[in-house]
């Protein structure tokens, strides 16, 4: 009936004044900058991906089914991708990548 959460706006305020806008725009930089490196990783391997300018979401063929399941990746068709949030650290992508190498044999 047109309810809204009002948490959302809520934890939204907290987080700028908590961070403010300076400690937003370094989280966002931080962001972008890992999701470009997890691009970079994909297409060392010459594996099929995307990334758009100034955007956080890698999408990218669809791995094997055991990298799926253990990533709790999402799909849709051949494709599969990753939104690189805060939690997403280069560690994090290296870890991912180690088992793509193991997994997924480099594309010619």
Same mark, same amino acid.
């Given at each position: 009936?047109?309810a809204?959460n009002?948490?959302?706006? &809520?934890?939204? =305020? /907290?987080a700028? #004044?908590m961070?403010g806008?300076?400690g &937003?725009k370094?989280?966002v930089?931080?962001?972008?900058r890992?999701?470009? /490196? ?8 010459d594996y ?13 063929k669809? %791995?094997?089914?055991k &990298?799926?399941?253990? =990533?709790?990746?999402?799909? #849709?068709?051949? =494709?599969?991708?990753i ?6 650290d ?8 180690r ?5 997924c %044999?480099l594309?010619d």
């Amino acid at each position: 009936l047109g309810a809204r959460n009002g948490h959302t706006p &809520i934890f939204l =305020w /907290y987080a700028l #004044q908590m961070k403010g806008s300076e400690g &937003i725009k370094k989280e966002v930089e931080s962001c972008i900058r890992n999701a470009k /490196y997890l691009f970079e990783r994909l297409k060392s391997m010459d594996y099929p991906c995307m990334l758009n300018a100034l955007s956080t979401t890698v999408v990218f063929k669809k %791995p094997p089914e055991k &990298i799926i399941k253990k =990533w709790q990746l999402a799909t #849709q068709g051949d =494709w599969a991708h990753i939104v690189v949030m805060q939690n997403v650290d280069q560690r994090k992508i290296d870890l991912f990548m180690r088992d793509m190498l193991e997994t997924c %044999p480099l594309v010619d």
